[in-house]
Structures are given as C-alpha cells and as structure tokens.
C-alpha cells in the first residue's frame, strides 16, 4: 500500500509527529487537556485510544463525547482554561468558529473530516488525511487519526491498533474489495496483525458472527440481503436445520465463529447454491469477505469481531453512556462491557422502534425531485436519527436521491438532519458534505460532513427552506455542477 500512495502516507505521518509534538509540550510540563470527541462509534474508539495515550504520558485530562462543535465546546473551554485542548473526530469543519472564539488556545485537532475554514493559526495543530489527498471517508477515521498521533507519542501505543479499527468499521470504511480496510487504515491492520492482536479472516461477513445463533444471523442480515431468509426466523431456521449440523452445544445455539471448517463449508455453498437459483449472482460474490477478529478477546463476545465490537461502541455513545465504551476501549471487561452489553438490546429496540414507525406512514418518508426525507420531528431520537439514516438508505427504491433524515430537538428549536448517500450517487457527483454545508449556512445553521455522510443542525422555522434548497443543490450535483462549497478537496 505504501508503494501506492507513498508521498501522501510520509507527509501524514510527519504531520503525526508534529502534532505528538504538541501533545508532548504541554503533559511534560503537567498542563491541563481538555478533550472533545463525537459521539459515534469511531468518536468513542478515538476518545479511547486518547484517553490511553494520556494515561500513560501520566497526564492530567479530562475528555467529553459530544454531538457536533458548538457553543458549549466553546463555553467549557473558556471555564476550564485547559494548557490544550485535543479535538478528535470532529474539528476541521469548524476552523472559522474556533479561530473567531478561542483564537488563543493550543488546540490538536485530529480529524479525517472535510476541512472548512482558514488553516494559518500557528496555535492550531491538525492532523487530517485530507491535506494530503488522502480520501477521509473510506482511508482512514477519526480514531485511525487518533491513533497515528498515539503512536507517534508512544510507540507503546500500538496496542491501540485494533480499537482504531473499530473507529473505522464503525464509520463504515471496508468499502473495498471483498470489504476490507485499504489506505492508512490498512497501515493500522498491519499493525495489529504484527502485535498479535488482530487477525484478518475470509469468512462469510454476516453481522454477529460471534454472538448471534445462526439462524438469527440469516434472519437478520441485510448486508448480504438474502430474498426469503432475511427477516423471515422461521424461514432461516429451516434454512440451516436442513444442512445437518448440530445447531447447539449443549443447551447454547451455536454461531458462526462456532462452526468447523466442514459445516462452515456447507452453509457457505448451500447459501451459494440458494442465491443462484434466484439468478442473484452479485450477492453471492459477496458472501465472503474480510473479517477482523480480534484475538485476545474472549470467542462469543461482541468484542471479539470488530463490526460487532464497533456497534456496541456506537450504542453507548448514542445511548448517553460514552464513557462506558470509552472504558471498554481502555481494557475494562467487568461492569463496563456487562452494562454495555444491556445498552445495546436497548438501542436495538429503539432502532426497531423508529424503522417500524417510519415504515407506518408514507408522509413520514417522503420523496421529492433528487431527495428523500425522513419527517422524524419529535418521533425520533436526534441522537439516532443518524443510525436510522444509515439503514435506510440503502432501502430506497432511487438509489442516486440521497436520503436527510431529521429529527427535532426541542430545546434548542431546530432539527437534526443526518444526511446519508450511496457509491452511485457519489459517481453521478453527489457530495452531501457540500449540500449540508451550504443549505445549512443559507439558513441560520450549521452543517457539513463527508461526501456519503453528512449533518447539519438548522432552526425549526427553516426546516422546509432548508430542505427545498438542499433538493435544488443535490438537483445541481446530479447534472454535474461542482458546488462552490467552502470545502478545499
Ligand atoms: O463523524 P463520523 O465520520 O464519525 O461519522 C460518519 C458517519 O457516517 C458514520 O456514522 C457512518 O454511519 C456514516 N458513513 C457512511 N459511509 C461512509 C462513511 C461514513 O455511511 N463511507
Ligand atoms: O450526525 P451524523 O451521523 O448524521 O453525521 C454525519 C457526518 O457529518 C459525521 O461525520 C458528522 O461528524 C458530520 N457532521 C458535521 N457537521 C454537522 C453535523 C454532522 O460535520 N453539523
Ligand atoms: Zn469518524
């Protein structure tokens, strides 16, 4: 990989080394940080790979997960007056506010965002693959980021190598080919596989391949979407009674991490053999995959396979309870992961719940000329509503009309949209971090993302100006426009 983009990584990582610089100045002389993370699963994942760097420089810190920057970023910072204030997984869209409030801090930030705003701060140190050509969507994520500078400051730190990964399944980066990890992201894999604690596998990619029973995996899968198994149990269940392996060991229902090689062989032909009698050729292609397991975790834990892993991060920083998974990523595997673990049922019903009331009425889902819209209002989570873009993007019948799910949030009189696209879109010239940004600033919020994936926060009484104008913007993409965005790359 390196041979491919040679120039791109050294410059990236000597900018990682100027940042550990940074961070370095200030714990060597015992001075305050201050840390801000996001708070999905790869914000969590960075907040603790920065939180182990941190511990172990002996460092004075305090670090919180947080939705998006804004003013309460500002305000804590002004009132606790920290020696350095560390940004990770969010910052670089939001240099302009940063420069105009708190000019004067020593801020890191380590971010795999689009970057907004003025670069030329000498009080500022960013680290981000987009300075350097490297595509911050699908090559690396925020706690890759993180975990460039952790390394950089500690080469001890490599033992964070597998939670950075977590950051990026989370973010959803194994986009290439039979879903693996590539770019920088592939540096930190090589990393983990040369400190014994991952291991790359090609198996079948169902998610819960070490928790679910598997005919719940057929059963619940959606990636790869099996016609007549998926969301059918009893169907599944049928499925592979009729393949002749034992389904329990003892009284536990074995998974797929469970099976040998013979019986993983047979599920995966009959599913082969199932997929092509349904003339799905595609699906069966991707079947298999990559699978990162990691290896020190116990087998038949959600921590033990790094796209399970990454949605139990993802619930607890969702679910109001980010410094459980942060705790998790520092090693505890007591309280933490048992609490976790009950907090994940519980975002999986709520994720349920919402897909289930979107489904219930068309005007809660509605199309317009190059956009769907998702009428979330006081129905949703907006610390979900993200999520449920995820999912059902994918479920659109017009794959190229990006999908803007929003949410309210009352307190503050605005909504929430998450933004969410697919790979033909973003071929046909679609960059939702442009249209977030632009049809938010237009109407008194603030928005911006990457180009498959972006958000914005605009007031209540602009919902519907906000919307109309991010259908015209997408409509403008669609025909080839490249927007003049504040976005460099
Ligand atoms: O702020 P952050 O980059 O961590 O958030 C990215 C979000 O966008 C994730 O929650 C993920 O669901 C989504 N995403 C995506 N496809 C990508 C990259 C990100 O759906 N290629
Ligand atoms: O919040 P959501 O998951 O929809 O965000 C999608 C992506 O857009 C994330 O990477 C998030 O950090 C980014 N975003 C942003 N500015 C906002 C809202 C979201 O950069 N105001
Ligand atoms: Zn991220």
């Known amino acids: 990989m390196t041979q491919q983009q040679p120039e791109s990584f050294t410059k990236f990582l000597a900018q990682a080394d100027i940042a550990a610089k940074a961070i370095k100045e200030v714990t060597d002389k015992d001075g305050f940080v201050s840390c801000f993370s996001h708070l999905d699963a790869d914000g969590v994942a960075a907040a603790g790979v920065i939180s182990k760097m941190l511990n172990r420089l002996g460092a004075r810190y305090r670090i919180r997960v947080m939705q998006w920057v804004d003013e309460k970023i500002i305000a804590e910072v002004t009132a606790d007056k920290p020696n350095l204030v560390i940004m990770s997984d969010f910052g670089s869209g939001y240099l302009d506010l940063l420069n105009e409030k708190i000019p004067n801090y020593k801020i890191v930030i380590l971010d795999h965002h689009q970057i907004t705003g003025k670069q030329d701060n000498p009080n500022f140190?960013?680290?981000?693959?987009?300075?350097?050509?490297?595509?911050?969507?699908?090559?690396?994520?925020?706690?890759?980021?993180?975990?460039?500078?952790?390394?950089?400051?500690?080469?001890a730190n490599i033992d964070c190598a597998p939670i950075a990964l977590i950051?990026?399944?989370?973010?959803?980066?194994?986009?290439?080919?039979?879903?693996?990890?590539?770019?920088?992201?592939?540096?930190?894999?090589?990393?983990?596989?040369?400190?014994?604690?991952?291991?790359?596998?090609?198996?079948?990619?169902?998610?819960?391949?070490?928790?679910?029973?598997?005919?719940?995996?057929?059963?619940?899968?959606?990636?790869?979407?099996?016609?007549?198994?998926?969301?059918?149990?009893?169907?599944?269940?049928?499925?592979?009674?009729?393949?002749?392996?034992?389904?329990?060991?003892?009284?536990?229902?074995?998974?797929?991490?469970?099976?040998?090689?013979?019986?993983?062989?047979?599920?995966?032909?009959?599913?082969a053999d199932y997929l092509l009698s349904k003339g799905l050729h595609t699906t069966v292609d991707n079947l298999i995959g990559n699978v990162y397991v990691l290896v020190k975790e116990e087998p038949n834990t959600a921590l033990r396979d790094g796209r399970e892993f990454s949605v139990l991060l993802n619930s607890t920083g969702r679910m109001d309870r980010p410094s459980l998974g942060i705790a998790i990523c520092m090693g505890d595997r007591k309280a933490a992961l048992g609490d976790a673990n009950?907090?994940?049922?519980?975002?999986?019903?709520?994720?349920?719940?919402?897909?289930?009331?979107?489904?219930?009425?068309?005007?809660?889902?509605?199309?317009?000329?190059?956009?769907?819209?998702?009428y979330g209002e006081n129905a949703i989570n907006e610390k979900i509503i993200g999520t449920v873009s995820s999912i059902l993007v994918s479920t659109l019948s017009n794959n190229l009309k990006p999908l803007l799910a929003f949410a309210n949030i009352e307190a503050e009189k605005a909504a929430k949209f998450s933004g969410r696209t697919t790979e033909a879109a973003l071929q046909k010239g679609v960059n939702l971090g442009d249209v977030m940004l632009i049809a938010s600033e237009a109407n008194a919020g603030k928005g911006g993302g990457h180009n498959i994936a972006a958000g914005a926060q605009v007031p209540l009484d602009k919902v519907e100006a906000f919307i109309k104008m991010a259908d015209e913007l997408v409509g403008r993409q669609l025909k080839g426009e490249k927007l003049a965005g504040k976005n460099p790359s």
């Open 125 to 155: 140190t960013m680290l981000n693959p987009h300075v350097y050509g490297i595509d911050g969507a699908t090559e690396v994520s925020g706690s890759g980021v993180a975990y460039f500078a952790a390394r950089a400051v500690d080469p």
């Open 342 to 374: 009950k907090l994940l049922e519980d975002y999986r019903k709520s994720i349920n719940k919402y897909l289930s009331w979107v489904a219930e009425k068309p005007e809660r889902l509605r199309e317009f000329e190059n956009i769907y819209v998702i």
């Open 167 to 271: 950051g990026a399944l989370g973010d959803m980066q194994d986009k290439y080919e039979g879903r693996s990890l590539k770019g920088l992201n592939e540096l930190i894999v090589n990393d983990a596989v040369s400190a014994g604690l991952l291991k790359v596998e090609k198996d079948l990619t169902f998610f819960g391949r070490e928790t679910r029973p598997i005919h719940r995996m057929l059963a619940t899968t959606t990636n790869p979407f099996i016609p007549g198994v998926s969301g059918q149990e009893t169907e599944a269940l049928n499925f592979v009674t009729n393949l002749g392996f034992p389904l329990k060991n003892g009284d536990k229902l074995r998974s797929l991490c469970d099976l040998n090689q013979e019986e993983r062989k047979k599920l995966c032909t009959a599913l």
